[in-house]
């Protein structure tokens, strides 16, 4: 049936992000579009990130910044921890995520809430904000391991 996607979503990545990094579909949700650019991070697809990037956000330095994390950072999961609007009708939607990865022999994670936008072309990245993190009872206390998935404490992680 295929290989998983690494977006986690559980489906056959040719069910999944392929056709949307392939330019064969578009992404009919924000929550979708956030999970395919995890993957294009992944596995390098540096036009399909400047392509889902708003205008208006995207800085001058992106494709240059893009391509080099994604050489330097192996990229081990994603967390989908909240969702609020970004449906088929909706116009705007915000994505609050966990994505894990190794960049210089250290496990790290980058939990962001993200909004995106639709357009006529469809969803597109505007802009993030670093996500609290937090667990089902409350914040997170700095000795605790990371609620990320890394492994490490959370004040060596997330909390640093």
């Known amino acids: 049936m295929g290989?998983?996607?690494?977006?986690?979503?559980?489906r056959p990545f040719g069910e999944c992000c392929g056709p949307l990094l392939g330019g064969e579909a578009v992404a009919a949700t924000a929550e979708a579009l956030m999970r395919s650019r995890y993957v294009a991070y992944a596995r390098g697809e540096v036009d399909y990130l400047v392509a889902t990037?708003?205008?208006?956000?995207?800085?001058?330095?992106l494709r240059q910044d893009v391509a080099a994390w994604a050489r330097a950072a192996?990229?081990?999961?994603l967390s989908v921890t909240a969702v609020e609007r970004g449906g088929h009708a909706e116009v705007d939607g915000f994505v609050t995520f966990s994505a894990r990865?190794?960049?210089g022999g250290r496990?790290?994670?980058?939990?962001?809430?993200?909004?995106?936008?639709?357009?006529?072309?469809?969803?597109?990245?505007?802009d993030g904000q670093p996500a609290p993190v937090r667990t089902a009872e409350g914040k997170v206390g700095r000795n605790a391991p990371c609620p990320c998935g890394s492994g490490r404490k959370y004040k060596q992680?997330?909390?640093s």
């Open 3 to 10: 290989q998983a996607c690494e977006c986690g979503s559980g």
């Open 53 to 61: 990037q708003a205008p208006e956000t995207r800085p001058a330095s």
């Open 157 to 159: 992680c997330c909390g």
């Open 74 to 77: 192996r990229f081990t999961g």
């Open 101 to 103: 990865f190794v960049e």
């Open 107 to 126: 496990a790290q994670a980058l939990s962001e809430r993200s909004r995106f936008a639709r357009r006529a072309a469809g969803w597109v990245y505007v």
